[in-house]
C-alpha cells in the first residue's frame, strides 16, 4: 500500500514532535537526578524503611509527622548536594552496626533520632581569602555553629601563634591564601582529634560509597552513617595530612563536613574514655532543641580540653544530690567565656572555672546568651604579663552575615570610675551595657571596653 506525500509528511511530523519531548523530559531528568530527586524510589521511606503516607513526612528530627508541621520545603531539601565520598577499597575499617548503634547512643541517647537539617548542610567553609574575613569560617545557624566557632578558635591559634615567619598580628589574618586557610583548617582539625586521642592516635571518619550497615527496628539508617569508613593516624604529623589530603570532604558543600568531625572526634576519644568523662548531669552529647539538636557542653570541652567533662568548673564538684560532677582538669590552648542575661553569680556550677578562663593562648570560644562567638589578642603574652594586661586590644568574632570585618574593642582594666557609683546586678548591667561588654567583665570584672567608633552589639 503506497502512501501519499501528505500522510508522509504528516507522520515525520509527529515523529518530530515526540522527538522532541523525549528531549524535553531527558533535560528534566537530568536536572532532577543532578539535585538529587531521581524517580527511582519515588515513594518516600522513613528511617525504618518503611513507606511514608503522602500525609506524613519527617520532622528535623526524623520522625515522622504529618505533611505541613515542621517539614521544610522542597527548595530547601534540594540546597543539599551528594556527600563527598572515597572508594570503599580505601585502607579504612568499615563501620560495623555495633559501632553505628554506640555513635547514635552518644549523641542523642537513643538509636532512633537523626541529625537535623541544619546539621547535614553544615561545613567548614572560608570567607573569600585576602580580605577582612579571611581567617573566619562562614557559620549559619543551628546546633552545628557552636562547634564551627570553636574550631574556628584553633584557627585562629595556628594562624597567630603557629606558623613560622609569620608576624603575629591582626593584619597577617587578612593577609591569608586559600592554600593556608586549607592548611590552618587541617591543622585544626588535626590537633583538636589527636588531644581527643590522648596524644596516642587520631581516628578520621569518611564517607564511602559501599553501605556497611542496614537499619533494622532497633537502628534508623540516614544514608550516611552507615557508609563510613575509620582511619586511625598514629602520629599527629600523618593525622594533619590525612586531613589535608581529604579537606574537600570537610570543606565542600554537601559533605557533612561538621558531622564528619564530630564522628572523628567521638572515635578518636572512644566510647571507653568518653563514659568515663561524663557523668549524671550529661549521658550523651546533644540536646534536642526546637526541632533540632544543641551541643551539650561536654562536645565544647572535648574540642577545648581533649575531655568531654560536661561542665566548665574547675576539677570535680559535688552536684545538688551528692552526686560527684566532672569539670575541667587542665588548661588548654583555647579557653571559654559565658554570659547570659538570666546569669545567677550564687549559681557555682554554672561559673566558669580560672583554667577555661585563662588559657595558654589569649583565644576564647565565647557563650553569650545562647550564640557561640570568638574572642582573641594577637599578643601572645597578654594572659602571661600583669602589665599587658592593663590596657589591650580583643578582636570579636560573632559570625552574623552583617559583620564585614571583626570588631576591635581596646579594654581597660584599670580605669572603672563608672563602676563605684553603680548598682552591682548583673541584669541591671545588663541593661545598660552590651552583652559583649559583660562577657568580657567574666574575665576582667572591672574593664571599661572602648568600641572604637563600632555601633556596640545588642
Known amino acids: 500500500m503506497q502512501v501519499s506525500d501528505q500522510e508522509q509528511s504528516s507522520r515525520e511530523l509527529d515523529l518530530e514532535e515526540i522527538t522532541r519531548k523525549i528531549s524535553f523530559l531527558d533535560k528534566w531528568r537530568e536536572i532532577f537526578s543532578y539535585r538529587g530527586l531521581g524517580t527511582n524510589n519515588a515513594t518516600p521511606q522513613n528511617h525504618d524503611g518503611n513507606h511514608v503516607s503522602a500525609d506524613e513526612t519527617e520532622n528535623a528530627t526524623g520522625i515522622p509527622q504529618p505533611r505541613g508541621q515542621g517539614h521544610l520545603p522542597s527548595s530547601s531539601l534540594c540546597s543539599i548536594p551528594k556527600p563527598s565520598i572515597i572508594s570503599s577499597k580505601s585502607a579504612g575499617s568499615p563501620i560495623s552496626l555495633a ?163 564530630l564522628y572523628s572526634l567521638i572515635f578518636s576519644r572512644t566510647f571507653e574514655r568518653l563514659q568515663k568523662d561524663l557523668d549524671a548531669s550529661s549521658t550523651h552529647l546533644l540536646q534536642p532543641h526546637a526541632g533540632g539538636f544543641l551541643c551539650r557542653q561536654a562536645v565544647l570541652n572535648m574540642i577545648l580540653t581533649g575531655r568531654a567533662s560536661p561542665n566548665v568548673f574547675n576539677g570535680c564538684q559535688k552536684g545538688k544530690s551528692q552526686e560527684i560532677l566532672h569539670g575541667v582538669l587542665t588548661r588548654s590552648d583555647v579557653g571559654y567565656l559565658w554570659w547570659g542575661k538570666d546569669t545567677s553569680e550564687d549559681d557555682r556550677l554554672s561559673q566558669v572555672g580560672s583554667r577555661l578562663k585563662t588559657p595558654k593562648l589569649p583565644i576564647w570560644l565565647c557563650n553569650i546568651n545562647g550564640n557561640s562567638s570568638v574572642l582573641f589578642s594577637t599578643n601572645r603574652q597578654l594572659l602571661s604579663d600583669w602589665k599587658v594586661e592593663r590596657r589591650f586590644d580583643l578582636y570579636f568574632y560573632g559570625g552574623q552575615p552583617p559583620q564585614k570585618k571583626p570588631v576591635q574593642l581596646t579594654v581597660d582594666t584599670h580605669s572603672h570610675h563608672w563602676e563605684r557609683n553603680q548598682p552591682g546586678d548583673g541584669h541591671v548591667a545588663g541593661r545598660r551595657f552590651s552583652p559583649v561588654e559583660m562577657l568580657i567583665r567574666t574575665k576582667w570584672r572591672e574593664a571599661t571596653i572602648n568600641w572604637n567608633g563600632t555601633i556596640p552589639f545588642f
Request: charged content about 25%; hydrophobic content about 40%.
Open 99 to 261: 559501632m553505628a548503634t554506640k555513635l547514635r547512643q552518644s549523641l542523642f541517647g537513643n538509636t532512633i533520632h537523626v541529625f537535623s537539617y541544619d546539621w547535614k548542610k553544615a561545613y567548614f567553609r572560608f570567607h573569600d581569602p585576602f580580605s577582612d574575613l579571611a581567617f573566619t569560617l562562614e557559620v549559619g545557624k543551628g546546633g552545628a555553629r557552636s562547634i564551627q566557632m570553636a574550631v574556628q578558635g584553633f584557627i585562629i591559634k595556628d594562624l597567630l601563634f603557629t606558623r613560622k615567619g609569620k608576624d603575629c598580628n591582626f593584619h597577617s589574618l587578612c593577609a591569608v591564601s586559600k592554600q593556608e586557610q586549607e592548611q590552618a583548617l587541617a591543622a585544626a582539625l588535626a590537633g583538636i582529634l589527636w588531644a581527643a586521642g590522648a596524644a596516642e592516635k587520631a581516628t578520621v571518619c569518611l564517607v564511602t560509597e559501599h553501605t556497611y550497615v542496614t537499619s533494622n527496628p532497633d537502628y534508623s539508617g540516614d544514608d550516611f552513617t552507615e557508609r563510613l569508613q575509620l582511619f586511625e593516624l598514629l602520629e599527629k604529623e600523618a593525622t594533619e595530612k590525612f586531613i589535608y589530603d581529604h579537606l574537600q570532604c570537610f570543606k565542600e558543600e554537601g559533605g557533612h563536613g561538621v558531622i564528619l568531625f
